[in-house]
């Protein structure tokens, strides 16, 4: 191969390695240094063989003749030397070849370096984090929320650390903090699905049930089996009475094995307030399976039902009054 290929070769070798290792950034760590390393060496291989300006034997030099007595003088013999590259010289060849080992294990160790710091600065949590999870979990809030914020000053490229301080805020009600938290977490990273699902629970508990379905899509996409999320979607629904979208996700969920009485309760309630009384007994009846000690729905069921099966009902919700109170 020519030399002037082989030269541009090496370096569209460097610029595919280079876009590569963006590519697959997240893939695997050491993955990504391996390609580091081979760009860095496809550069500096560039650059050593890059074409000099050497004087020929089969044609005159354009460069201007020194007379004798000058290029006799040692000083300008070497810089003529370094004008020309050391072309031709055993001892410009081990000076590139020197220069090109060491140069590219210097910046593959510089990259690597550089990567790891990256990294650990995104991992990394202050001493202020973990003291302000103490005093939240002993109970002192303030201290807590002022060490979270210390934390945040830290490191502010840590997203555990406002998801922390948003988790605080909803716990205390105050749920536009917990929104700003949540959201800044969710832009330092963008495939956390428990950050849009934060998010959209705060907007819930303020009645904004449009932003909050918004947000639980969002934690859905990033991560379809989000139980959670997907119930709070139908709980969205649910909340403007809009009950055929609120089954569409409870169906969904109840159909991949989840059991919850309050789910089983929601849907049997949706059922028999449209008249569809088999499936809500089926629902009422999962109920009291699930929960013995709603008599409501054993109230309703002795209602729906006739006959013994309905007095089976009836009884157990006489017998759990009496006992409760007696207690």
């Known amino acids: 191969m020519p030399s002037n290929q082989r030269h541009q070769l090496w370096l569209w070798a460097g610029i595919v390695m280079t876009f590569a290792m963006a590519l697959l950034w997240a893939l695997d760590e050491s993955l990504r240094y391996l390609l580091a390393g081979i760009s860095v060496f496809c550069f500096f291989k560039y650059y050593h063989e890059a074409p000099r300006d050497t004087v020929s034997n089969d044609r005159p030099s354009s460069r201007p003749q020194r007379d004798s007595a000058t290029v006799s003088q040692p000083l300008d013999k070497a810089l003529e ?25 210097f910046f593959f160790i510089v990259i690597v370096v550089v990567i790891i710091l990256f990294n650990m600065d995104d991992e990394y949590l202050p001493d202020a984090y973990y003291q302000a999870e103490q005093f939240n979990a002993d109970g ?16 502010p490229y840590n997203p555990d650390i406002y998801m922390a301080r948003g988790s605080l805020f909803l716990n205390l ?29 705060a907007y819930y508990l303020q009645g904004r049930y449009r932003e909050a379905i918004r947000e639980e899509n969002e934690a859905v996409f990033r991560q379809p089996d989000h139980i959670n ?11 403007q009475q809009q009950y055929d979208s609120a089954m569409v996700w ?28 088999d499936q809500a007994i089926k629902h009422y009846k999962e109920v009291v399976e699930l929960d013995a000690t709603n008599v409501e729905v054993m109230d309703r069921l002795a209602e729906l039902l006739s006959g013994d099966e ?16 007696s207690q």
């Open 250 to 277: 409870y169906r969904d969920v109840y159909d991949e094995g989840y059991r919850n009485s309050v789910l089983s309760h929601i849907m049997a309630y949706i059922m028999d307030t449209q008249g569809k009384t």
């Open 140 to 155: 002192n809030y303030d201290s807590a929320l002022y060490y979270y914020r210390i934390a945040a000053r830290d490191n």
């Open 173 to 201: 009600g105050k749920y536009d903090s917990a929104v700003t938290q949540f959201t800044r977490a969710a832009e330092l990273n963008d495939e956390d699905a428990e950050a849009y699902f934060n998010k959209g629970y």
């Open 81 to 105: 030397e370094i004008q020309r590259g050391f072309s031709g010289t055993t001892t410009s060849q081990w000076m590139r070849g020197i220069f090109l080992v060491f140069g590219t294990v």
């Open 310 to 325: 309905g007095n089976v009902y009836r009884n157990k919700a006489a017998q759990f009054r009496q006992q409760n109170g």
């Open 229 to 239: 999320a997907r119930l709070l979607i139908g709980d969205s629904y649910y909340s």
